[in-house]
Protein backbone atom coordinates (compact mmCIF):
# COMPACT_ATOMS: atom_id res chain seq x y z
CA UNK A 1 0.00 0.00 0.00
CA UNK A 2 1.17 3.36 -1.07
CA UNK A 3 2.42 5.81 1.85
CA UNK A 4 0.50 9.16 1.49
CA UNK A 5 2.29 12.39 2.12
CA UNK A 6 0.74 15.75 2.21
CA UNK A 7 2.49 19.11 1.65
CA UNK A 8 1.17 22.91 2.24
CA UNK A 9 1.62 25.29 -0.45
CA UNK A 10 0.22 28.77 -0.52
CA UNK A 11 -0.91 30.90 -3.07
CA UNK A 12 -0.42 34.72 -3.12
CA UNK A 13 -1.99 36.62 -5.38
CA UNK A 14 -0.46 40.30 -7.20
CA UNK A 15 -2.38 43.53 -8.39
CA UNK A 16 -0.13 44.71 -11.68
CA UNK A 17 0.25 48.43 -12.90
CA UNK A 18 2.86 50.50 -14.02
CA UNK A 19 4.58 53.62 -12.90
CA UNK A 20 6.31 56.63 -15.30
CA UNK A 21 7.66 59.36 -13.44
CA UNK A 22 6.94 58.08 -10.08
CA UNK A 23 3.54 58.14 -10.51
CA UNK A 24 1.43 55.18 -10.73
CA UNK A 25 -0.86 54.24 -13.51
CA UNK A 26 -3.72 51.48 -13.32
CA UNK A 27 -4.34 49.98 -16.56
CA UNK A 28 -7.37 48.67 -18.71
CA UNK A 29 -7.99 44.85 -18.67
CA UNK A 30 -4.69 43.16 -20.14
CA UNK A 31 -6.47 40.17 -22.53
CA UNK A 32 -3.79 37.35 -20.78
CA UNK A 33 -5.46 34.87 -23.17
CA UNK A 34 -3.76 36.54 -26.31
CA UNK A 35 -0.68 37.64 -24.33
CA UNK A 36 0.24 34.27 -23.50
CA UNK A 37 -0.73 32.89 -26.92
CA UNK A 38 1.33 35.21 -28.60
CA UNK A 39 4.27 34.49 -26.42
CA UNK A 40 3.97 31.00 -26.67
CA UNK A 41 4.51 31.11 -30.45
CA UNK A 42 7.85 32.23 -30.05
CA UNK A 43 11.21 29.74 -30.27
CA UNK A 44 12.24 28.32 -26.52
CA UNK A 45 15.08 30.16 -27.03
CA UNK A 46 13.10 33.55 -27.50
CA UNK A 47 11.46 33.12 -23.80
CA UNK A 48 14.60 33.08 -21.82
CA UNK A 49 14.97 36.43 -20.06
CA UNK A 50 17.66 37.16 -17.04
CA UNK A 51 17.97 33.62 -15.42
CA UNK A 52 14.19 32.81 -16.21
CA UNK A 53 12.74 30.31 -19.36
CA UNK A 54 8.96 31.05 -19.82
CA UNK A 55 6.94 28.89 -20.96
CA UNK A 56 3.38 30.67 -21.38
CA UNK A 57 0.08 28.69 -22.17
CA UNK A 58 -4.12 28.58 -21.51
CA UNK A 59 -5.84 26.49 -19.42
CA UNK A 60 -9.70 25.41 -20.28
CA UNK A 61 -11.44 27.95 -18.71
CA UNK A 62 -8.98 30.59 -20.79
CA UNK A 63 -6.78 31.26 -18.21
CA UNK A 64 -3.70 32.92 -18.94
CA UNK A 65 -0.89 30.52 -16.87
CA UNK A 66 3.22 31.29 -16.96
CA UNK A 67 5.48 28.25 -15.84
CA UNK A 68 8.48 30.18 -15.06
CA UNK A 69 11.82 28.15 -14.55
CA UNK A 70 15.23 29.24 -13.50
CA UNK A 71 17.63 26.43 -14.20
CA UNK A 72 19.91 25.32 -11.28
CA UNK A 73 23.65 25.08 -12.14
CA UNK A 74 24.89 21.48 -11.00
CA UNK A 75 28.65 22.68 -11.04
CA UNK A 76 30.34 20.79 -7.47
CA UNK A 77 26.67 19.08 -6.92
CA UNK A 78 26.62 15.34 -5.47
CA UNK A 79 23.75 13.27 -5.28
CA UNK A 80 23.33 11.26 -2.35
CA UNK A 81 21.97 7.32 -2.63
CA UNK A 82 18.18 7.43 -0.74
CA UNK A 83 19.21 3.27 0.51
CA UNK A 84 22.44 3.53 1.43
CA UNK A 85 23.01 6.98 1.76
CA UNK A 86 26.26 6.52 -0.53
CA UNK A 87 27.48 10.55 -2.00
CA UNK A 88 28.71 10.63 -5.82
CA UNK A 89 29.72 13.22 -7.95
CA UNK A 90 27.50 14.80 -10.39
CA UNK A 91 28.64 13.87 -13.61
CA UNK A 92 27.76 17.41 -15.04
CA UNK A 93 29.63 16.79 -18.70
CA UNK A 94 27.63 13.52 -19.18
CA UNK A 95 24.44 15.17 -18.27
CA UNK A 96 21.38 15.70 -20.79
CA UNK A 97 19.25 17.93 -18.90
CA UNK A 98 19.21 20.89 -16.23
CA UNK A 99 17.27 20.81 -13.09
CA UNK A 100 15.47 24.17 -12.24
CA UNK A 101 13.32 25.86 -9.58
CA UNK A 102 9.36 26.11 -10.72
CA UNK A 103 7.20 28.81 -10.48
CA UNK A 104 3.26 28.56 -11.22
CA UNK A 105 1.76 32.02 -12.05
CA UNK A 106 -2.27 32.17 -13.32
CA UNK A 107 -3.69 35.30 -14.46
CA UNK A 108 -7.28 36.06 -13.54
CA UNK A 109 -9.79 36.44 -16.54
CA UNK A 110 -11.50 40.18 -15.42
CA UNK A 111 -8.46 41.49 -13.54
CA UNK A 112 -5.04 42.71 -13.77
CA UNK A 113 -3.88 40.18 -11.10
CA UNK A 114 -2.11 36.85 -10.87
CA UNK A 115 -1.47 34.02 -8.22
CA UNK A 116 2.04 32.48 -7.95
CA UNK A 117 3.05 29.66 -6.39
CA UNK A 118 6.54 28.36 -6.09
CA UNK A 119 7.59 24.85 -6.23
CA UNK A 120 10.77 24.91 -3.50
CA UNK A 121 9.79 27.96 -1.16
CA UNK A 122 12.42 30.59 -1.49
CA UNK A 123 14.92 29.12 -4.31
CA UNK A 124 11.53 29.40 -6.72
CA UNK A 125 11.20 32.53 -9.11
CA UNK A 126 9.52 35.35 -7.22
CA UNK A 127 7.01 38.08 -8.06
CA UNK A 128 10.33 40.08 -9.61
CA UNK A 129 10.23 37.31 -12.29
CA UNK A 130 6.74 37.77 -13.23
CA UNK A 131 7.62 42.14 -13.61
CA UNK A 132 10.63 41.11 -15.70
CA UNK A 133 8.57 39.07 -18.17
CA UNK A 134 5.92 41.76 -18.47
CA UNK A 135 8.58 44.40 -19.20
CA UNK A 136 10.28 42.33 -21.63
CA UNK A 137 7.27 40.47 -23.66
CA UNK A 138 4.20 43.19 -23.01
CA UNK A 139 6.46 46.46 -22.91
CA UNK A 140 5.17 49.55 -21.71
CA UNK A 141 5.58 52.67 -23.21
CA UNK A 142 8.62 54.92 -23.02
CA UNK A 143 9.84 55.45 -19.43
CA UNK A 144 7.06 53.25 -17.35
CA UNK A 145 7.97 50.24 -16.30
CA UNK A 146 5.50 47.26 -15.02
CA UNK A 147 5.09 46.90 -10.94
CA UNK A 148 3.27 44.02 -9.19
CA UNK A 149 2.23 44.27 -5.13
CA UNK A 150 0.90 42.48 -2.81
CA UNK A 151 -2.97 42.23 -3.19
CA UNK A 152 -3.78 42.94 0.36
CA UNK A 153 -7.32 41.77 2.42
CA UNK A 154 -8.65 44.84 4.29
CA UNK A 155 -11.79 43.05 6.04
CA UNK A 156 -10.53 43.71 9.88
CA UNK A 157 -10.09 47.31 9.15
CA UNK A 158 -13.55 47.75 7.21
CA UNK A 159 -15.39 46.13 10.37
CA UNK A 160 -13.40 48.72 12.84
CA UNK A 161 -14.84 52.12 10.30
CA UNK A 162 -17.86 50.22 11.15
CA UNK A 163 -17.75 49.97 14.81
CA UNK A 164 -19.61 52.14 17.80
CA UNK A 165 -15.99 52.84 19.50
CA UNK A 166 -13.07 51.13 20.81
CA UNK A 167 -12.28 50.43 24.35
CA UNK A 168 -8.60 49.36 23.64
CA UNK A 169 -6.01 49.88 21.63
CA UNK A 170 -2.43 48.17 20.64
CA UNK A 171 0.48 49.28 18.62
CA UNK A 172 4.04 48.77 17.96
CA UNK A 173 5.68 50.96 14.99
CA UNK A 174 8.75 52.61 14.03
CA UNK A 175 8.78 56.42 14.34
CA UNK A 176 8.78 58.72 11.14
CA UNK A 177 11.05 62.34 12.63
CA UNK A 178 10.80 63.50 9.41
CA UNK A 179 7.31 64.28 8.96
CA UNK A 180 6.09 67.80 9.89
CA UNK A 181 3.59 66.80 12.41
CA UNK A 182 0.19 68.49 13.09
CA UNK A 183 -1.33 69.04 16.32
CA UNK A 184 -4.11 66.43 16.81
CA UNK A 185 -2.09 64.06 14.50
CA UNK A 186 -2.98 60.91 15.93
CA UNK A 187 -1.98 58.00 18.47
CA UNK A 188 1.53 57.37 16.01
CA UNK A 189 1.62 61.46 16.60
CA UNK A 190 3.35 60.81 20.33
CA UNK A 191 6.51 58.51 18.94
CA UNK A 192 6.84 61.12 16.07
CA UNK A 193 7.04 63.60 18.91
CA UNK A 194 9.67 61.84 20.83
CA UNK A 195 11.84 61.27 18.09
CA UNK A 196 11.67 64.83 16.50
CA UNK A 197 13.04 65.82 20.16
CA UNK A 198 15.75 63.42 20.21
CA UNK A 199 16.67 63.58 16.31
CA UNK A 200 16.32 59.79 15.68
CA UNK A 201 13.98 57.52 15.20
CA UNK A 202 12.42 55.07 17.59
CA UNK A 203 10.62 51.91 17.86
CA UNK A 204 7.24 52.68 19.85
CA UNK A 205 5.05 50.20 22.00
CA UNK A 206 1.93 51.58 23.20
CA UNK A 207 -1.16 50.22 25.00
CA UNK A 208 -4.44 52.21 25.71
CA UNK A 209 -7.65 50.43 27.52
CA UNK A 210 -10.38 52.16 28.57
CA UNK A 211 -12.24 51.96 32.18
CA UNK A 212 -14.66 49.64 31.97
CA UNK A 213 -17.11 52.32 32.79
CA UNK A 214 -16.41 54.57 29.88
CA UNK A 215 -19.11 56.07 28.46
CA UNK A 216 -20.03 54.97 24.89
CA UNK A 217 -19.17 58.72 23.46
CA UNK A 218 -15.62 58.36 24.66
CA UNK A 219 -15.08 54.47 23.17
CA UNK A 220 -16.20 56.71 19.91
CA UNK A 221 -13.43 59.24 20.48
CA UNK A 222 -11.07 56.89 20.91
CA UNK A 223 -11.75 55.40 17.56
CA UNK A 224 -11.87 58.44 15.75
CA UNK A 225 -7.92 59.18 17.13
CA UNK A 226 -6.85 56.02 15.71
CA UNK A 227 -8.48 56.46 12.43
CA UNK A 228 -6.31 59.69 12.06
CA UNK A 229 -3.08 57.30 11.61
CA UNK A 230 -4.71 55.06 9.22
CA UNK A 231 -1.95 55.65 6.92
CA UNK A 232 0.35 54.63 9.12
CA UNK A 233 -0.64 51.23 10.84
CA UNK A 234 -2.34 50.16 7.89
CA UNK A 235 0.51 49.39 6.23
CA UNK A 236 2.46 49.07 9.68
CA UNK A 237 5.69 46.89 8.17
CA UNK A 238 7.34 44.87 11.11
CA UNK A 239 5.22 46.08 13.24
CA UNK A 240 1.21 45.33 14.74
CA UNK A 241 -2.06 47.48 15.53
CA UNK A 242 -5.54 46.05 16.79
CA UNK A 243 -8.48 46.92 18.42
CA UNK A 244 -11.53 45.60 20.37
CA UNK A 245 -13.67 47.28 18.75
CA UNK A 246 -17.21 47.34 19.87
CA UNK A 247 -20.76 46.94 17.71
CA UNK A 248 -23.88 47.02 19.93
CA UNK A 249 -23.34 44.87 22.76
CA UNK A 250 -20.21 42.93 21.48
CA UNK A 251 -16.93 43.53 21.47
CA UNK A 252 -14.41 42.14 19.07
CA UNK A 253 -10.86 41.83 18.70
CA UNK A 254 -9.57 43.28 15.64
CA UNK A 255 -5.98 43.20 13.71
CA UNK A 256 -5.85 46.37 11.72
CA UNK A 257 -2.55 45.92 9.74
CA UNK A 258 -3.81 45.02 6.38
CA UNK A 259 -2.39 41.68 5.40
CA UNK A 260 -1.87 39.93 2.09
CA UNK A 261 -3.90 37.65 0.40
CA UNK A 262 -3.38 34.29 -0.15
CA UNK A 263 -4.83 31.01 0.22
CA UNK A 264 -2.91 28.00 1.70
CA UNK A 265 -3.54 24.12 0.54
CA UNK A 266 -2.75 21.09 1.15
CA UNK A 267 -2.02 18.67 -1.56
CA UNK A 268 -1.68 15.02 -0.92
CA UNK A 269 0.81 12.71 -2.32
CA UNK A 270 1.70 9.32 -3.23
CA UNK A 271 4.80 8.53 -1.96
CA UNK A 272 5.17 6.22 -5.32
CA UNK A 273 4.14 9.26 -7.15
CA UNK A 274 6.18 12.55 -8.43
CA UNK A 275 5.30 15.73 -7.08
CA UNK A 276 5.11 17.07 -10.33
CA UNK A 277 4.72 20.68 -11.35
CA UNK A 278 1.81 19.92 -13.60
CA UNK A 279 0.05 19.37 -10.00
CA UNK A 280 1.46 22.84 -8.92
CA UNK A 281 0.17 24.60 -11.81
CA UNK A 282 -3.49 22.85 -11.41
CA UNK A 283 -3.19 23.77 -8.34
CA UNK A 284 -2.75 27.32 -8.74
CA UNK A 285 -5.70 27.54 -11.62
CA UNK A 286 -7.73 25.77 -9.00
CA UNK A 287 -7.52 28.35 -6.28
CA UNK A 288 -7.47 31.34 -8.79
CA UNK A 289 -10.44 30.36 -10.04
CA UNK A 290 -12.15 29.64 -6.78
CA UNK A 291 -11.35 33.33 -5.24
CA UNK A 292 -11.47 34.93 -8.28
CA UNK A 293 -15.09 36.92 -7.21
CA UNK A 294 -13.42 37.36 -3.39
CA UNK A 295 -10.18 38.92 -5.46
CA UNK A 296 -12.94 41.10 -7.52
CA UNK A 297 -14.48 42.53 -4.47
CA UNK A 298 -11.38 42.96 -2.13
CA UNK A 299 -9.65 44.98 -5.53
CA UNK A 300 -13.20 47.61 -5.27
CA UNK A 301 -12.48 48.27 -1.76
Do not use: C
Not at 89 to 106: I, K, N
Not at 116 to 139: C, Q, R, T, Y
Amino acid sequence: MATKTRVKKKVNFYSLYQLKDGVRHDMNLVDWKRVMTEVATLPIKQRVAGEYIYVPTVDEAGRGRLAVHRPLSMDFMSTVDSDTMEVQDVPVADLDAMFAHSTAVVFLLQLNVFGLVGGSGVHSPGKPAIVDFLNEFMKPGLGATWEAEPLMDRDRIDDFRKSDGVTEFYARFDSENNLILPEAKGIFGFGDVVADRIGSDVEVEIRVKLPKDAPQTVAAKLKNLILKDEGRWSTNKGGGARVKAKKGPLSEELNLVAARFAVEREIVELRDHEASFSILMDLAGAVTGEYEDRIEALRKE
